[in-house]
């Protein structure tokens, strides 16, 4: 039995397993320094910088700041 494909992937558009494909390409929305922000994980914090196009400095309080990937679903703006 040969492990080759037999033929080509067929592509479906409106197949669930698309979204993840499209959310990737597009840019994440950037957050403004200053706004409030929750984190699943670090509770309630504010954006004190943002290092790039997808990521944000976030000041959690308690000494605790942390660098998040905006593309995180953790990551929620109150």
Do not use: C, W
């Not at 597009?26 to 409030?36: C, F, N, Y």
């Not at 309630?44 to 997808?54: F, H, K, N, Q, Y």
């Amino acid at each position: 039995m040969s492990s080759q494909p037999t033929g080509r992937r067929r592509h479906l558009p409106n197949s669930p397993f698309n979204a993840g494909r499209e959310a990737a390409a597009r840019p994440p929305e950037l957050i403004p320094v200053g706004t409030r922000v929750a984190h699943e994980r670090y509770g309630l914090g504010r954006v004190v910088a943002a290092e790039d196009d997808r990521t944000v400095i976030i000041d959690f309080g308690g000494g605790e700041v942390r660098r998040v990937n905006l593309d995180s679903s953790k990551l929620e703006t109150l």
